[in-house]
């Protein structure tokens, strides 16, 4: 399995303490600001699958706007119940200004 760094969109549209979703060949993948780092996770929740992008940001955890489910930000590990199974994290670099996300292909 090797990494396919793809470009996902300029480092200055994406605020601190901002989420969005994008679609990136094919997955469906959430960027944050949280303090002075970009991760990029997994959109979906383990628990029943609702939109983490429509969550927030707390403690350097997402928190999912259903039922309150959390994920670490850089781990994508489940932190508080009723999320018990992880999701996916994937590998952020900014270039040149832009964010890039690897994705393992
Ligand atoms: S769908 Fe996310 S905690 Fe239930």
Not at 31 to 52: Q, V
Request: proline share 2%; charged share 30%.
């Amino acid at each position: 399995m090797s990494e396919l760094w793809v470009r996902v969109c300029p480092e200055s549209e994406l605020a601190e303490g901002e989420i969005r979703s994008f679609d990136i060949e094919g997955d469906t993948i959430l960027l944050a600001r949280y303090g002075d780092k970009i991760f990029a996770l997994e959109d979906t929740c383990s628990h029943d699958g609702a939109e983490l992008s429509n969550g927030d940001l707390i403690n350097s955890q997402i928190q999912c706007s259903r039922h309150g489910g959390r994920f670490d930000l850089e781990t994508g590990e489940a932190t508080q119940m009723p999320a018990i199974v992880g999701i996916k994290s994937y590998y952020v670099e900014i270039k040149d200004g832009d964010i890039y996300v690897a994705l393992k292909k």
